[in-house]
């Protein structure tokens, strides 16, 4: 099959074919010079030794040494493809970015990954997985670096090292590989309750996904949208698949990651080569911009809670459909750096404070994971509106910059760029009042870390329940430290007198008595009316 031509980075500009691989019908070296030998060093004589004159053997050995990049620190293992968004419109009376007017398409660039395992992991393992998409709009890039999983295990992100380290290999024997069935793992979290609902949600059944085409994406952040009256709401973004949503059982990601550790990576290439290309919906919960950032009882800015479909519906404002896979894995899926920080006008942050330390973490991390500050210049990075920066020189530079004064204002070169007028396309932060004491701790509202775990366990079907009884047994059973298992078990109990006794009976450990009632009298109204099958729709 003749790989599709996609341009990634203007029209001039392409991925296959972009000038800068393969070119000519000669092998030469890196600097054009014509061979005649690759396969025979150059020696004294047929038996002597080998000349270090020999440039090309030192060019062929130097490069390849240097072929290995860092693997990201986490999301390491990933997949990717490319593909489009179309705008139903929905989103125009809230949101003024382009990419939402009805009609519009944007070039997309998603990748798929699970969090725990290096590159050459499994893909089966119990794992949350991440959801990231690159919009190319004309506006600039916006990144939508989210999970399949609506909460995250922490609250602020100064805690992130904590949990990476926790729930990544042992650094005595390096293991497990990618599974969080281990201490260190079930230490955190049961000393860091906040979990519990990322936890319950990774022990049940979408933690095995049975494929990347089959998982919901959350962006799970609230984010603030500006209208183009400047009027501002909060969302939540959802990605629902056009396939469903669906699971592995426990022996299937057995049997699947032994046969075929790659087998979430093929079924997504396999999918796109055979014209099966998947599909997703993008939809917003959308709130209004209140002074308390609160709704319906729930703390938007607190990342470990949802707010159910029920009190806040899904509303749809476009498609996204994967329709080419990468012609290079190092060049697109590896290369590609995502920034939660990537915003177009109409898109704000707000003070989560997870999503602030974040803010900062990508830009920093990518520095050293991709050689230098000028990663954006990598095709797979390259927006596809135009840009004019200050930002110059540095490693890996690949603009040939013209003019004397890269500073504004400045009266050589003609003059500076212009600027952006505040009612044009320019990104405008959302002027927020903000202050108050400097203070390190979190608002009494993050305190609640059981209820929306217990409502997400008695969402679950009967055999689904199951699946996570036997999900916590297995894990737990794979600690050493039975004070780790008992502070597990103390948390189930929280959660619900029977996945309690299960855990506890399979482990040979007592029965813990909650330490807060189950009733959760705390609930407001609203959200205690939840219904049975929340949130699966
Ligand atoms: C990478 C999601 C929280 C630091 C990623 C990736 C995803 C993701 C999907 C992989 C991107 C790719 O495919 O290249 C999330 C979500 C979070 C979250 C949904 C919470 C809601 C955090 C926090 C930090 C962090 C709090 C640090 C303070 C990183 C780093 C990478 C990464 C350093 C590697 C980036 C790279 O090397 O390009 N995250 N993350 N993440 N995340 Fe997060």
Redesign the pocket.
Known sequence: RQPEVRTVAGAEEKVKGNGRGQRGEYLTTATGTRLYETDHSLTAGERGPTLLQDHHLREKITHFDHERIPE????AR?AAAHGTFLANGAAENICKASLFASGARTPVFV?F?TVLGSRGSADTVRDTR???TKFYTDEGVFDL???NIPV?FIQD?IK?PDIIHAAKPHPDREIPQAQSAHDTFWDFVSLHTEATAHTLWNMSDRGIPRSYRMMEGFG??TFRLVNADGETNLVKFHWKPAAGVHSLVWEEAQIAGGVDPDFHRRDLADAIEAGAYPSWDLGVQVFPDTADEMFEGIDLLD?TKIVPEELAPVQVIGTMTLDANPTNFFAETEQ???HPGHLVPGVDITNDR?LQ??LF??LD??IT?LGGPNFDQIPINRPHSPVNDMLRDGFHQDGVHTGVAPYHPNSLDGGCPFLASADSAAYIEVPEEVSGRKVRQAPASFDDHFSQARLFYRSLSPVEQEHVAQAYTFELGKCYEENIKTRNLGILANIDAGLVSIVAGGLGLPVPEPTEPLSDPELSPALSQVGEEWPVD
């Open positions: 990201r620190v986490v999301h990933g990748r990954s991440g959801f990231a670096v989210g999970n995250f992100g992130f799970i952040h990342p590609v750096a995502f997870l330390a974040r973490s990508y991390t990518q994971r």
